[in-house]
């Protein structure tokens, strides 16, 4: 069986969409089939300022939502980060293999650390990437699913995995991204050009999963649309309109043609009440059964307890086996 792995951080309350859309989606189909491993990348949330009280409560909030949004903790293991030691000891490798140029080069760190300039920036915004590629390769992942935004990284690691393979000995399986073409990029809904976001949307543009029904009707309606009336899609001349499109597509499963001719001649008013109807009637189940999650903390712990001990049995082995070929006296 092929192995899948992808990380998800615990850097906010609710998930939104995009991260449903664009990775935890296919993450929940790619455990049938797959050897899939899903971690909570509670290290990488460290990169920027933290409350303990709010780390605490948002990985487990994540862990409840991933269940509630269908990742099975029987079918998947499913665990957090900083439960595997391993993770920050080939971080450390992959970081003493990578090239200052090559990690400067890296276009999250430079759009993260550009609002308050790369000086007053963590080094562990920096060093973020190696971390990520150790993630992937401690379980030898065949596929890493995520969303566009990803792709930068995900090449660092197969670049990363070659090296270390060609210097040292084959160690890393070279990991391949899975990116799908139709949600890659979920936009913010009142900023539709920009990417929707966790860290710099503003609370009306973001749909989140935990958000209440009411909550997430309104915005929708609000959503910005575009000149003209025609629902079409149309990316460069209708952000707006062909976001909505392909959120309703992404839910419903009606292709984006059918839903062009349906509504024809209806106005965008229609369209977007559609679309809040849609998105509504998806998340409201999800929603009740995170809140019914999180009820039983000591059940969450118990789950995330055994992903991290398997994660830990997988991720060990890597490591001895990175230690072995690298030199390291055993
Ligand atoms: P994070 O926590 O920012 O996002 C989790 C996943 O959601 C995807 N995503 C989106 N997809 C489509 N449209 C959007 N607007 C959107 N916003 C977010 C992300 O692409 C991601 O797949 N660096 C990673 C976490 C990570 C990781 C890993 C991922 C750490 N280690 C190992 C894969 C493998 C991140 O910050 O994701």
């Known amino acids: ?50 409350d303990p009280a709010l780390l605490r409560k948002r990985t487990l909030a994540s862990a409840a939502q991933l269940i509630a949004l269908g990742i099975s903790p029987e079918k998947s293991t499913l665990f957090v980060q900083s439960q595997v030691p391993q993770h920050n000891q080939l971080g450390w490798i992959m ?106 949307g503003a609370v009306a543009g973001v749909i989140e999963i935990m958000d209440s029904p009411e909550a997430n009707l309104k915005k929708i309606k609000s959503a910005v649309t575009d000149a003209g009336k025609e629902v079409r899609f149309n990316l460069a001349e209708k952000p707006g309109i062909s976001n909505l499109l392909t959120i309703h597509s992404a839910l419903s499963g009606q292709s984006i043609d059918s839903l062009e001719k349906d509504f024809e001649g209806k106005g965008y008013g229609d369209f977007k009440g559609a679309v809040a109807e849609v998105v509504v009637e998806y998340l409201r189940p999800i929603r009740a059964r995170a809140l019914e999650l999180l009820e039983d903390e000591k059940h969450l712990l118990d789950i995330l307890h055994q992903g991290s001990e398997k994660a830990r049995s997988v991720a060990s082995k890597t490591l001895e086996s990175t230690y072995k070929n690298l030199g390291v006296v055993l």
């Open 1 to 50: 069986m092929k192995r899948v792995l992808s990380g998800i951080q615990p850097t906010s309350d609710s998930f939104h969409l995009g991260n449903y859309l664009g990775a935890v989606k296919q993450w929940v189909e790619l455990q049938d089939g797959h050897d899939a491993f899903y971690c909570i990348v509670d290290l990488h949330a460290l990169t920027i300022e933290t």
């Open 95 to 200: 970081e003493c293999l990578t090239g200052f140029g090559e990690a400067s080069r890296m276009t999250q760190f430079k759009d993260k650390s550009s609002k308050s300039g790369a000086d007053s920036s963590r080094v562990g915004l920096f060093t973020y990437p190696m971390l990520q590629a150790a993630d992937i390769l401690l379980y030898q992942a065949h596929f890493v699913p995520v969303g566009e935004d990803q792709r930068q990284h995900i090449e660092l690691t197969r670049d990363l995995a070659g090296r270390f393979n060609s210097r040292y000995g084959q160690t890393f399986q070279l990991p391949e991204a899975y990116i799908l073409k139709t949600a890659a990029k979920i936009n913010d809904i009142q900023e539709p050009t920009a990417k929707m976001s966790k860290s710099s």
